[in-house]
């Protein structure tokens, strides 16, 4: 808890350089289907480069820490309900005209009604382990890239939530050294 809350109280300004966000997800995704080989880890509109101006440690740190929260609300949701339900957690990449929508979407616990926009405020948490900084944390970083963030419901009729944030594009052209970060593509 106190590395968590040292991360959070000297979150770092973000370095901002090009890079294509369908190689952040792919990546991320990559490393938890390792992690939670039980559940599906899927990733959706990664076909293509997506170019951003962001920093890329940062975005990929929030990323992973929304796969990892979702992936573990469903390992809650089995453990609660007694029976091994098909676990299923999806990174979504949509390349928007002015800006990179990113989804994480789960089919877990879901998110409570009831105070449901606290839960991006630091210590705050509906479970009995953790800090309540994760996604204070991922806030965070998505307002220091001037977006927006939205804790909602799993679309359909089952339980599940879905992080959504919205990072704005810059207009910045790809720098000299971004080739290998997929550059080029907007």
Same mark, same amino acid.
């Given at each position: 808890m106190v590395d968590e809350f040292s991360s959070f109280a000297r979150m770092p300004t973000p370095r901002m350089a090009f890079a294509d966000m369908s190689e952040i997800a792919r990546q991320v995704v990559f490393g938890q289907r390792l992690a939670f080989a039980d559940m599906r880890v899927e990733v959706? +509109?990664? /076909?293509? #480069?997506?170019?951003?101006?962001?920093? $890329?440690?940062?975005?990929?740190?929030?990323?992973?820490?929304?796969?990892?929260? *979702?992936? $573990?609300?469903?390992?809650?949701?089995?453990?609660? /309900?007694?029976e091994p339900k098909d676990g299923v957690v999806t990174l979504r990449l949509r390349d928007l005209d002015f800006g990179v929508q990113f989804e994480v979407i789960d089919? +877990?616990?879901?998110?409570? /009604?009831?105070?449901?926009?606290?839960?991006?405020?630091?210590?705050?948490?509906?479970?009995?382990?953790? *800090? +309540?900084?994760?996604?204070?944390?991922?806030?965070?970083?998505?307002?220091?890239? +001037?977006?927006?963030? $939205?804790?909602? /419901? *799993?679309?359909? #009729?089952?339980?599940?939530?879905?992080?959504?944030?919205?990072?704005?594009?810059?207009?910045?052209?790809?720098?000299?050294?971004a080739p290998e970060h997929g550059a080029g593509a907007s």
């Open positions: 959706e +509109g990664v /076909d293509r #480069p997506i170019g951003l101006v962001c920093d $890329e440690r940062l975005i990929s740190q929030s990323l992973l820490n929304l796969v990892k929260n *979702a992936a $573990e609300s469903v390992q809650a949701r089995r453990a609660r /309900d007694g089919n +877990g616990m879901g998110f409570p /009604d009831k105070d449901r926009h606290r839960l991006i405020e630091p210590y705050v948490t509906t479970r009995s382990k953790g *800090a +309540g900084l994760g996604l204070a944390i991922v806030a965070r970083i998505v307002e220091d890239h +001037g977006g927006l963030i $939205e804790l909602d /419901d *799993a679309p359909g #009729p089952n339980p599940g939530a879905v992080v959504r944030f919205v990072l704005p594009k810059r207009g910045e052209e790809p720098s000299e050294n």
